[in-house]
């Protein structure tokens, strides 16, 4: 996984933490389908537990 995608998984991640409603959630989600796959799983699991 390179840098820049890296980078775009956390930019996922932290607008998904400060999104305001489900909508939102929905919304942020489905504009960016090319990112979810399982690197990313792992990536908001290193997020969540501070290790990224």
Same mark, same amino acid.
């Given at each position: *996984? ?30 960016? *389908? ?9 990536? *908001? ?8």
């Amino acid at each position: *996984m390179n840098e820049q995608h890296s980078q775009a998984y956390v930019n996922l991640i932290e607008q998904l933490l400060i999104c305001a409603d489900d909508e939102e959630r929905t919304n942020i989600l489905q504009a960016n *389908m090319e990112l979810i796959d399982p690197q990313f799983l792992q990536v *908001m699991e290193n997020y969540a537990t501070g290790l990224e």
